[in-house]
């Protein structure tokens, strides 16, 4: 995919997770497992504004996150950008809509407040409407998108 038309369901839905999201802060610093640099991760994460950030800079901790690196917290507050970088089509693992699914599932979402779950339900559930628009063979598809 690429990027959503301004004022398609696509577009508001990512809009939607970023309001919704919006009161997570950014980490002070992010824990992590010996075998992850937390120092370089944290410096990548935190050099740019969160909606500015590359899937250069966040794809390290988008692969990483809950598995090995920081805490459900520190996870919803990039999950707007992870959502987006996804939707956007961003190679990097942390961006593939199954692995994302299961760090929601992993971070028990579904007990997670209303309108943080309807949000994300609703941009799957675009992007899943927004490949079905899309010929299978023109281009990469997204079939991680009908995850819900």
């Known amino acids: 995919m690429t990027n959503p038309e301004p004022g398609s369901e696509l577009a508001g839905a990512v809009e939607r997770v970023y309001d ?8 002070r610093l992010l824990h992590s497992s010996p075998i992850e640099d937390a120092e370089a991760i944290f410096r990548a994460v935190s050099s740019d504004k969160l909606r500015q950030l590359s899937g ?7 692969g990483s996150a809950i598995w090995t690196v920081g ?5 919803r507050h990039f999950l707007p950008r992870v959502l987006e970088l996804a939707i956007q089509g ?11 699914a299961a760090k929601l599932e992993k971070t028990s979402w579904r007990d997670w407040p209303s309108e943080e779950q309807q949000a994300v339900e609703a941009l799957f559930q675009a992007a899943w409407r927004k490949t079905l628009t899309k010929h299978p063979d023109k281009g990469t598809q997204f079939p991680g998108w009908r995850a819900w």
């Open 71 to 75: 805490d459900v917290d520190d996870y």
């Open 90 to 100: 961003e190679p990097s693992m942390g961006f593939d809509a199954n692995v994302i």
């Open 20 to 27: 919704v999201f919006a009161s997570y802060p950014p980490p």
């Open 56 to 62: 250069e800079k966040l794809g390290t901790y988008a």
